[in-house]
């Protein structure tokens, strides 16, 4: 079955401190994972993507086939950060998203 | 910059009335989705549509639901008996091709049924 798991629902974090959200999958091929990020009161949108390897506004996400995860993670937190985050999986043949429950980073100045 | 544009943002209806959703997807997009979320759980997938079809549907995309792309602009979601359960947010996405791994959403819908 294919599944996304976030299992923390809310992340407080102070302002300078590193943050790491959680994703774990299960996908019986080759995935293709993604951190989704909505900011209050805006639309979904692409944060990473693990076929880029890149790394935006400071985010890094690392694919583990081994341990089945992609967390995403920052050294220092901002408080423009705050956001809920969604992994992401893609799969079918046209591309649905399977989508994790989220998690909501909170952080303080 | 184009971007998805979702008509009403906020829908109210009472139990067993017809709702139409409409979404503007972008204009050389070729894949679209509509997703939902209901308060408190995760996004979840309904349906895609491509070349004029359905590729595929969820189990929640019932007998209820249809989606269509009249003309060539709009891509509609339609409930046609609503039930509370229906009650979510509901989101549009496309994006322009197969390889395209980046789906581009909308702001979403949100409907209310009372």
């Known amino acids: 079955a294919q599944r996304v798991t976030q299992p923390e629902k809310l992340l407080s974090v102070f302002k300078g401190a590193p943050v790491e959200l959680k994703c774990n999958y299960s996908y019986s091929g080759s995935p293709e994972l993604f951190w989704y990020v909505q900011y209050s009161r805006q639309r979904l949108q692409l944060l990473l993507r693990?076929?880029s390897r890149e790394s935006i506004k400071g985010f890094t996400a690392d694919l583990n086939k081994g341990e089945t995860s992609f967390h995403l993670k920052k050294p220092f937190a901002q408080e423009e950060d705050s956001a809920m985050y969604y992994c992401?999986?893609?799969?079918?043949?046209?591309?649905?998203?399977?989508f994790g429950a989220g998690t909501r980073l909170a952080v303080h100045p | 910059e184009p971007e998805v544009t979702q008509t009403p943002s906020h829908q109210v209806t009472q139990m067993g009335q017809e709702v139409i959703l409409r979404c503007v997807p972008i204009s050389n997009h070729l894949y679209f989705y509509w997703y939902r979320q209901i308060l408190g759980q995760k996004v979840e997938f309904l349906v895609s549509f491509y070349n004029n079809e359905i590729s595929e549907k969820s189990e929640i995309f019932d007998d209820q639901f249809s989606v269509e792309r009249p003309d060539g602009s709009n891509f509609t979601l339609k409930i046609r008996s609503t039930k509370l359960e229906d009650s979510a947010m509901y989101f549009c996405a496309s994006k322009p091709d197969r390889g395209s791994t980046e789906a581009f959403f909308g702001q979403g819908t949100r409907l209310t049924v009372v």
């Open positions: 693990h076929i």
């Open positions: 992401a999986l893609m799969g079918g043949g046209y591309n649905k998203l399977i």
